[in-house]
């Protein structure tokens, strides 16, 4: 089984990578994810969330975290 793994974009989304499913509040799987690697959203401002569609860039989104 492969690891999955997630990436930090500095100012953009996070990417899944490694065969990861995504799921909704209700159980029900998304379909989006069969083509890895996935995108999430993490400025708020996607119309496709969970999935990022670019917008951060346009609200001029800033997130420069580091693991150390």
């Given amino acids: 089984m492969a690891d999955v ?5 500095k100012n953009g989304p996070y990417e899944v990578e490694g065969g990861a499913k995504l799921f909704d509040h209700q159980g029900k799987e998304y379909q989006e994810d069969q083509f ?3 995108y999430l959203c ?3 401002q996607s119309k496709n969330k ?4 670019g917008s951060h ?5 800033t997130a420069e975290e580091t693991a150390g």
Avoid: K, M, N
Wanted: glycine fraction near 10%.
């Fill in 5 to 9: 793994i997630i990436r930090v974009s």
């Fill in 50 to 53: 969970p999935f990022c569609d």
């Fill in 42 to 44: 993490r400025c708020g």
């Fill in 57 to 61: 860039e346009d609200a001029g989104f």
């Fill in 36 to 38: 890895p690697p996935l």
